[in-house]
């Protein structure tokens, strides 16, 4: 068998080989410190090593195996331990915290990397005939518990990678449309495009580890969404291997056709089948990019400007408001800066706060990225600075854009640091519209702040908008603080759950961009209503009868809370400020 | 029962009162009558009158009507001949060349006009306990058979007709929202809206005949959608009332929680429930509105230049490049002109000939309509008008985009004046990308025309592209010709056919707005695939298990070309370019 792709290290984000280094960042460890409470040396906690892990016995079904190795020829399945184990999570900070323990109780049974949309089919059905539950794979970045094996599941599970079929088939120049198969990981499907002038445009903060099947299958969106949209709006046609047959959906932009069945295959995160290949909308590069960073007085003053920005059709392709506290984490963030750029910084700051009366606890960083060609980017520049301008936004020029776009893709990288050094780090996300994104705010940053202490600890929350539409926004928490000595995933757990309810209660969606997975089943049914579970187990049920597609995902089991890891009485416990009874 | 709102004539299109009158357009009929090879007067062919028409007997179900006047209180269900006649059909040409003869074969037993969501709960269920039929109606102008019930049918049968649920209900001012009544029609919904300084900006040819919730329920398309998008892009969130519960999603710009349940609803066509509300985006009223034609020296031509301004990102809110044979007939709409102005036409076309060597046979009209503020209107106009001129365009000023305006919603009057006349009129749409635009267009104008003149007649053949996306456009065909003495209808439905096998064997869909219902059923599984057809039916099965949702649409029976009306010996024989054996 021809060795499958490489995988991310299986205890944390990013290749084995790499280390997350902040030795030229000389503000962040003083600033983490600080912001959760540390006072001395961090407590060091290490994943444990490979050999102390112990999966599950494997399941078999000595019958599919051998229906798959006749009709696709020689051994096809890989069982060992490490294939398994890369397998057998996503990278929630729910996955880490288990698998850094050890604690790998529901690892899939073998891994399969099929060439083709033909193998996907033919594995499709000999699942069907043989009663074997696959799930299908991207790069296994998840962080919503999407690829992980039902705990119950007496039936064997097979992990379908999809990372083999990772080529541009076909690019239509004309109608700027790209086939594409779903297994192609990020970087090296820009590389294809690129080499013929073109780009996706969807660079989500995953990119660097995730697959266009598993965007789609996820719903997900990338940091240039304002320009180029969410991942479904780039999506003309796709194809989908269903137990029930493959959907084939036409080229065409738009139809009259019923119900939109595309939009069936969007989204269901490989419960109805697995997604083979898309036609996706592509742009031309763009002739200029120029990153930008603006400071606010405060967050409330760089949202207006965002809507007005909307408002005005007069929207950078990146625009990222940090809110206060994510600010300073950002500032930290930097490298340390050369005696000229240090003194430099040292005099606008002097201005901003003398002759602007800046609060720079109060203060809000925006970030941009503008693009166009030499006549339109300088205009659509022009245009956003004035509108930034009469909001009370102040230029810092192209420095803080272009340190934003080199670290841009380095937060899962600091969430396994500061894991390494007992605290928990993560992130949840929604979207609301405009007239409401102010008071959510608020109130979720209270909710989860609020829970933090509950569990005997001080807070870091911060947040940030990053996908602004028409009728509204993203708005993205991060929280991060001490582990609870024996208790971090239920603490975790129970800080989550504050800020998915306040998003629910908040008239918001349980993720904008993150999927649902397991990790967010308990607010499926409040979030589409009861008749909307009804529609997505119609579909479950008439294309995949036999639940054989990655089973457990989407629809809700009857306790879901339960399921998922919190038991009430552990919340009644934090509720109440103390330890669980 | 207070009276329902007023209704179409049952004959044909507008309100009964109104009269399509031709006396002020000169060149309308000598231009019809070569187009369709009339020599003399026109064959008069009146409707018969209404009390010509009998209908079906009805059926009935005392239980059902028990129930619902005892849980809505007084009686609500309407029986009258009238009633059940304005809602047998929509307004397709099958449907009209059928009543005009008298022939309605599935007319519905009864008519509720329910007052809110509440009633039409309480309807579904009682439906459901009854085994009662249920078609959802808007104002019934339809043009592929969405309303007409089952030929089959042998429960009884009720159209709910909404029109009753007509208000605006309130506007989110900050996010650009309002929350809309399904049962509004256009001109009510925008003259609410207009009064606080918005509109939807949706305005299908249809426009004063049609509700918003048949827009959702059609997948409808505006004549400005390249400006705000097809019906589908502007809804937030609906809900919608099926058999198993009320659907209902979160008023939220974007989400990743699973699959789309509001795309599940959009697009239905009655057939999984009702949609009583939706929230819409909604927009500001542009300060400037600025009407504009432009003449091409062919087809051709245009079409490149509408793409080049979509790649420029460059979109005027109003977009409809005519062909050659949709220019001559656009040129013979025109009013008389006053001798002063005739003139100058003169002038003008003498330019474009002698200077501009323009061949008028070949030409090409395109009518924009601007908008935007004072400053960014002009700039566009200024931009599209440099785009066009590259492209060989030549300005006409704004008399073609104010005569545009004029008439837009006249095509459905024309039909009805030429049916009085013994010719048939029917339009057939679609889309596909930029790369295929211009050989689906070529083939499909040439398919119509050999269906036509292989039933014996001359062919009037033009087409429009008026929906543009960046991806690919609309293609929009219309024919006429004179209709063979007693198989106007199947000669009709084999032209009909021409042009939908041309869609589908090119590339293309069944209909890029129009919908599907039972006259494009014959294409559906080639649409959408016979996989995609079976997770439409999982729906059905799932959300609707005893089918009492307007049955028959979407979903294709065993032989539904059959079905539709077209039997094989009937096309083999047109295919020999005969009469049917």
Chains 1, 2 share one sequence.
């Not at 906690?45 to 599919?64: E, G, Q, Y």
């Not at 184990?85 to 073998?110: C, E, Q, T």
């Not at 999407?146 to 120049?173: G, N, T, W």
């Not at 763009?286 to 059709?313: K, M, N, T």
Request: hydrophobic letters at 40%.
């Amino acid at each position: 068998m021809a060795p499958g792709p490489t995988h991310m290290k299986w205890w944390g984000w990013g290749d084995e080989q790499a280390e997350f280094d902040i030795s030229d960042k000389p503000e962040l460890w003083p600033f983490i410190r600080d912001s959760v409470g540390i006072t001395g040396e961090a407590t060091r906690t290490p994943a444990v090593s490979f050999d102390d892990i112990s999966l599950p016995p494997p399941r078999t079904n000595p019958a599919f195996r051998a229906a798959i190795n006749t009709a696709l020829g020689g051994e096809r399945l890989s069982t060992t331990k490490r294939e398994r184990l890369v397998h057998a999570y996503g990278k929630s900070f729910r996955d880490l915290w288990r698998i850094r323990r050890g604690i790998v109780d529901a690892a899939p049974d073998g891994v399969i990397y099929p060439e083709n949309e033909a193998e996907v089919a033919t594995l499709v059905a000999a699942a069907g005939d043989h009663d074997v539950v696959l799930i299908p794979f991207g790069a296994g970045s998840n962080i919503a518990g999407c690829v992980e094996p039902a705990h119950d599941e007496s039936r064997m599970v097979v992990v379908l990678d999809l990372r083999r079929m990772d080529r541009v088939l076909e690019i239509d120049a004309v109608s700027g449309t790209a086939r594409i198969q779903a297994g192609v990981m990020g970087p090296h499907m820009e590389q294809q495009l690129n080499a013929q002038g073109f780009t996706l445009g969807h660079f989500p903060d995953s990119f660097l580890f995730s697959t266009l099947g598993g965007w789609i299958a996820t719903r997900s969106a990338g940091m240039q969404s304002d320009r180029y949209g969410k991942i479904e709006d780039m999506v003309v046609a796709l194809r989908m291997v269903t137990p029930r047959g493959t959907i084939e959906t036409r080229t065409v932009p738009r139809s009259s056709n019923g119900i939109d069945v595309k939009h069936l295959c969007i989204g269901s995160e490989g419960t109805l089948g697995v997604i083979t290949e898309a036609i996706m909308q592509v742009h031309r590069i763009p002739e200029v990019r120029l990153p930008y960073g603006y400071l606010f007085p405060d967050f409330e003053d760089g949202v207006h400007a965002i809507r007005a920005c909307v408002e005005a059709d007069c929207i950078p392709t990146v625009t990222r408001l940090n809110d206060p506290a994510k600010t300073a984490l950002s500032f930290a963030y930097k490298s340390a800066a050369p005696p000229l750029k240090a003194l430099l910084g040292k005099v606008v700051k002097n201005y901003l706060k003398r002759v602007k009366h800046f609060d720079f606890s109060r203060s809000a960083l925006m970030l941009n990225v503008f693009e166009g060609d030499r006549h339109t980017c300088p205009e659509l520049h022009r245009r956003v600075s004035e509108i930034y301008r009469r909001h009370g936004g102040f230029a810092l020029g192209t420095e803080p854009g272009r340190s934003f776009e080199r670290g841009k893709y380095d937060f899962p990288y600091l969430r396994d640091w500061v894991m390494d050094r007992n605290m928990m780090a993560d992130v949840s996300e929604t979207a609301t519209v405009w007239s409401n994104l102010l008071p959510l705010y608020h109130s979720t940053l209270s909710a989860i702040e609020t829970a933090v202490r509950r569990t005997g600890v001080k807070p870091y929350v911060g947040c940030h908008v990053s996908h602004a539409y028409r009728t509204g926004a993203s708005l993205y928490f991060t929280f991060g603080c001490l582990q609870q000595a024996d208790r971090g995933l239920e603490q975790y757990l129970y800080i989550k759950k504050a800020a998915e309810d306040s998003f629910l209660a908040g008239g918001a969606t349980l993720s904008h961009h993150h999927a649902v997975g397991t990790e967010h089943l308990p607010w499926i049914t409040e979030d589409i209503s009861p008749a909307g579970v009804t529609a997505v187990r119609a579909l479950k049920e008439g294309l995949d009868p036999r639940s054989i597609m990655n089973p457990g995902k989407i629809l809700p089991s009857e306790r879901p809370l339960e399921a998922w890891g919190l038991a009430e009485p552990v919340v009644s416990a934090f509720d109440r400020g103390g330890s669980a009874g």
